[in-house]
């Protein structure tokens, strides 16, 4: 039988991936160390923690499996936690799941799964690769249970990654799964899922950035749309687009932050209506369904994770970087994002929000 190479996770999506392809494979565990201990000082629900270390251990010597430990903690500082702070310093909100998968989850197993001589890896990613004949490229779909779908996630994926990667989790629901890893008696069947940014103590945002990236939180005007000054923030890198709550301004209507300028030190605030945006730039973007972008082409759209897809139109602009327009407004599009593309369940591709 051929050999995968399983991200395991410590939780129940990448166990249960693990124990369903050892039905056609010649299956072995891998988890990834992704920071040292002084990144992390508390722990909510997020994955990567030290235990679930141990978790993926226990489910690997349940499951009769070889279980290898990889230590990218240096690729994941430089390529996730760097490019967090970087993009916060911009005045973004960027989404460092889409960087970790792109720059070192995938990227970094393949390389190790190579060298074991193991020719796929697979994960537990609710999502689908195919193949398409007619286009000869693979090709990345939703998950069939729409709930959980994590295509967002993996827009990023390359060609060869697509070809070396299996998604078991693609055509089954999350109860299906659960009901999967108990009836094994795995130690993570009933395991909540993570839900925090890994590396981010409960989801302090801007005590991380100060306290462990050294970013600066000066206090600085908050604005209004005309540049009346009404009130002063805490530093523009706790603030993101659409945010309301935590503003400190008194106001006879509610007021959502609409822009930063992180060169004044301004932070920007306005009404509902200013954060609808008909149309927004997208920057290095990948494709998937197509090799690349040569004219106009209807797709949905999601501007964030979970978010409820729109319509629009892709127009290529002349150094790689594409427009969309929007067929209805969306509210707070936000820079840093990433933008992903589809029509139907296919990824047509994705890229970093300009607006």
């Known amino acids: ?48 923690a030290i235990t679930d270390v141990e978790d993926a251990r226990r489910v690997c010597h349940r ?3 070889d279980h290898h430990v990889f230590n990218f903690t240096a690729e994941f500082h430089r390529e996730v936690m760097e490019r967090f702070a970087d993009g916060y310093a911009r005045g973004e909100t960027p989404n460092p799941c889409i960087d970790c ?63 070396r990667t299996l998604l078991p989790l693609g055509d089954k629901t999350k109860a299906e799964i659960r009901s999967l890893a108990e009836a094994r008696g795995l130690v993570t069947a009933d395991k909540p899922d993570s839900q925090d940014i890994c590396f981010v103590p409960n989801g302090d945002y801007g005590a991380f950035l100060t306290e462990k990236m050294g970013l600066a939180a000066a206090p600085g005007e908050i604005l209004d749309g005309s540049g009346r000054v009404l009130g002063r923030h805490q530093g523009a890198i706790r603030y993101t687009i659409g945010q309301r709550r935590g503003l400190g301004v008194a106001a006879e209507m509610p007021l959502y932050v609409t822009g930063k300028d992180m060169a004044r030190n301004v932070v920007t605030v306005g009404s509902a209506s200013d954060l609808m945006c008909d149309r927004f730039t997208v920057c290095t973007p990948n494709w998937v369904a197509i090799e690349c972008l040569d004219a106009s082409l209807d797709v949905t759209v999601m501007t964030r994770y979970r978010d409820k897809e729109g319509e629009a139109t892709l127009h290529p602009l002349p150094n790689g970087d594409v427009e969309v327009r929007l067929c209805e407004p969306k509210r707070a599009v936000t820079p840093g994002q990433a933008a992903v593309f589809y029509q139907g369940d296919a990824v047509v591709g994705g890229g970093v929000i300009d607006v």
């Not at 988890?31 to 040292?36: A, Q, R, S």
């Not at 720059?103 to 001589?117: N, S």
């Open 63 to 65: 499951l009769g499996l």
């Open 1 to 48: 039988m051929e050999q995968v190479l399983v991200g395991m996770s410590g939780g129940v999506d990448s166990s249960a991936a693990a124990l369903i392809l050892m039905e056609r494979y010649t299956v072995a565990g891998a988890t990834m160390k992704l920071f040292d201990s002084g990144d992390i000082v508390t722990r909510g629900k997020t994955c990567c």
């Open 101 to 163: 998968n792109r720059f070192v989850k995938f990227p970094h197993l393949l390389r190790r799964a190579g060298q074991l001589g193991m020719p796929y890896i697979a994960t537990g990613h609710y999502a689908r690769i195919r193949f398409d004949e007619a286009t000869g490229r693979y090709q990345l779909l939703r998950g069939l249970d729409r709930e959980k779908d994590q295509s967002y996630v993996l827009y990023a994926m390359t060609q060869d990654e697509l070809r």
